[in-house]
Each structure stands twice: as C-alpha cells, then as structure tokens.
C-alpha cells in the first residue's frame, strides 16, 4: 500500500465546519463505493478547529491524484458531492497554486526501521517520481 497526507482548510465559519462535519457522519453510498473502486483502500479524515488532515492508502503503484480524478469522474453524484465539500473548503497555507488538498511531507516516523533521516529520503524519491 502506498500512503498519502494531505491537508486543506475549511471556511472559518462555525456553520460550515459543522455542515462538514454532519456530511461526513453519513457519506453518501456512491462516494464510498467510488473510493474503493479506484484503489482507495483506506481513508481517515481528521480535524483541528478548521484544519483537515486525510490519511488515504491506495493499492501498490497508484497515485493518489489520479484516483481522486478518477473518483470525481466516476459518477454524477460523486462530483456532485465533491463540488459540495470543496465549496467549503480553502486551500492551506503553503499549498501549490492550483493545488487543493496538499500533500504533506513526511517529518518523521517511528517504526523501529525508519528515522528521519529515512522518512525524508523517502519524501525525495517520492519527488523524482
């Protein structure tokens, strides 16, 4: 599994961050089955005040950016749904411009194996690609 963090801001406004929040207690059916269909194999979204962060796994080789097209284009009520959260949303400091949901860079990791040092050449072979 490849594992991708990204991050992006909602609106600084208390009813739409609830409004994200209610959405989100009950996803709609064609968006679930959509993630999975295009690879997603594992989804967490967390949040900080207005600040959110997706941990999203895909199958081996598949690149998040392109499942989530695939995602969006899959079906109407998909995009549908997308254009609904990202009306809520604005991009995070830091983000590439055009860029929505921005990836995040690995700092450091704990896993017996991995330190920094290896987290951050992992983040730049993950550029040359």
Not at 59 to 74: K, M, Q
Not at 89 to 113: K, V
């Amino acid at each position: 599994m490849t594992r991708s963090v990204l991050t992006v801001d909602l609106k600084d406004d208390p009813a739409v961050i609830a409004a994200y929040k209610e959405h989100h207690r009950r996803v709609w059916p064609e968006v679930l089955s959509s993630l999975r269909a295009v690879g997603i194999r594992h989804m967490d979204i967390y949040i900080l005040e207005r600040r959110l962060v997706m941990i999203a796994e895909t199958s081996d080789g598949l690149d998040i950016r392109r499942c989530f097209a695939a995602h969006v284009s899959s079906h109407p009520r998909v995009a549908e749904w997308e254009t609904l959260m990202k009306s809520m949303q604005e991009p995070p400091p830091g983000s590439e411009s055009g860029e929505w949901w921005a990836a995040m860079e690995p700092l450091f990791q704990l896993d017996g194996a991995q330190d920094a040092s290896t987290a951050a050449n992992t983040r730049d072979r993950r550029r040359t690609r």
